[in-house]
Each structure stands twice: as C-alpha cells, then as structure tokens.
C-alpha cells in the first residue's frame, strides 16, 4: 500500500495561517451584520489555527476588554509586546493596541503597556509618544517630559511630537520651557488647531502666574 505524503512542516503552518487569516475575515464581516457572539467565535476560531496571529489578538483582545473580561482582554493585548520581531505590522498592531487602551481611559494599564513597548523597541517613537500620553493623563508629569524627549530624538521634525513635549511641560508647570516648544510647534504647523489651543491655553497660565506674582 502505497504511504500518504504529510504536509511538511512549513505547508502546514502556512495552511493554518490561511485558515487563520479566514476566519478573521469572517469575524469582520460578521462584526459588520451586528453578529457580535458569530464575530467573536470566529476571533477565537481565527487563533486556534495561528494563536501568533497578531490581527486577531489585537481585535479579540480589545473585544473581551469591551466584554468586561478585562483579565482576558489584558492578557491578549500584552502578548503582542511578546510575538517574534519579523511579525507583520507587528508596530502598528502594539500602537493600536495602546491607542485602545488610552481610547478607553485605560491609562493605568496603557502606561504599562507602552512602558513595555519602549523598553523592547526603544528607537520606535510612538511607542514613547505613547508612555507620554499615558504618564500625563496619570500625573506623572516628569516621566511624561521625559518620554516626550525621547520620541522627539527619535524624530526631530516630528510636528505632533513637538507639540506633545509641549503639552507635557505645561501640565508640569514649566510654563516657560512649554510656551517656548508650543510656539515652535504652532510655526511647523500653522493650521494645527491642537497646537494653537495648547499654545493659548499656556499663555493663559502664564497669565495667571503674573496675576499671582502680582497680589
């Protein structure tokens, strides 16, 4: 009798991301029907074939996490800082990850989210931008100074990024420093609303501390 071939190792990997990647599109299709258990069964499907498929960890862990399975929503979105460096889009699935997490005013656990992100890949700048955001919204200012700083060095021209340093100094009452990186981030971009209204509003505290200096 002649022997069955087995699929070798590497078909058999690439048949189950295929199936993977199957299912995932069918959560998304269903997610677009409003079949909410049939897209979360077919998220759970999707990582019994490939439990590395980084799409699918992001989408079901952020699903569980609406669900109020915050452990298994936690757990999930945690594992993408351990998935192999060659993943594809592997950052912008962890950024995403962390914007959820700030969406969410989860800021607690997205401080530590991009605390880990930072720590592994130090030269990504949104991924400081991120433990900035967090650490501010969180009070603590001065490691959101210094987040802020780093992404900075990582991308010099970085508008949004001049903008944030700036943010960060003014919540940390360093209105001089702040004014001073707030212009600047108003003369990159002029028609940047977010940056103008930073800029105004730490005029006004400045205002207020000559006000103070006054009486």
């Known amino acids: 009798?002649?022997?069955?071939?087995?699929?070798?190792?590497?078909?058999?990997?690439?048949?189950?991301?295929?199936?993977?990647?199957?299912?995932?599109?069918?959560?998304?299709?269903?997610?677009?029907?409003?079949?909410?258990?049939?897209?979360?069964?077919?998220l759970r499907r999707s990582l019994e074939y490939a439990p590395?498929?980084?799409?699918?960890?992001?989408?079901?862990?952020?699903?569980?996490?609406?669900?109020?399975?915050?452990?298994?929503?936690?757990?999930?979105?945690?594992?993408?800082?351990?998935?192999?460096?060659?993943?594809?889009?592997?950052?912008?699935?962890?950024?995403?990850?962390?914007?959820?997490l700030i969406q969410s005013h989860r800021y607690s656990e997205g401080l530590a989210f991009y605390r880990q992100a930072a720590a592994r890949y130090p030269k990504v700048a949104v991924f400081h931008q991120g433990v900035g955001c967090c650490a501010g919204h969180k009070g603590v200012h001065e490691e959101a100074i210094r987040?802020?700083?780093?992404?900075?060095?990582?991308?010099?021209?970085?508008?949004?990024?001049?903008n944030d340093l700036g943010w960060s100094l003014c919540e940390a009452g360093r209105l001089d420093e702040a004014f001073t990186v707030l212009k600047n981030a108003v003369s990159m971009d002029k028609k940047n609303a977010l940056a103008a209204e930073n800029l105004k509003v730490c005029a006004s505290h400045m205002k207020a501390r000559t006000s103070r200096r006054r009486k």
Do not use: W
Not at 10 to 25: C, G, I, P, Q, V
Not at 79 to 93: K, V
């Open 1 to 42: 009798m002649a022997s069955v071939e087995q699929p070798s190792g590497r078909a058999s990997d690439a048949a189950h991301l295929f199936a993977a990647e199957a299912a995932y599109a069918d959560s998304i299709f269903r997610s677009v029907l409003r079949d909410g258990s049939g897209c979360v069964d077919a």
């Open 147 to 162: 987040a802020s700083r780093a992404a900075l060095a990582i991308e010099p021209d970085n508008q949004r990024l001049v």
């Open 52 to 100: 590395a498929y980084a799409p699918a960890i992001l989408a079901l862990g952020s699903v569980e996490y609406q669900l109020g399975h915050r452990i298994k929503g936690r757990r999930l979105l945690f594992s993408l800082l351990d998935l192999p460096d060659n993943t594809e889009d592997l950052f912008e699935i962890i950024d995403k990850a962390g914007d959820f």
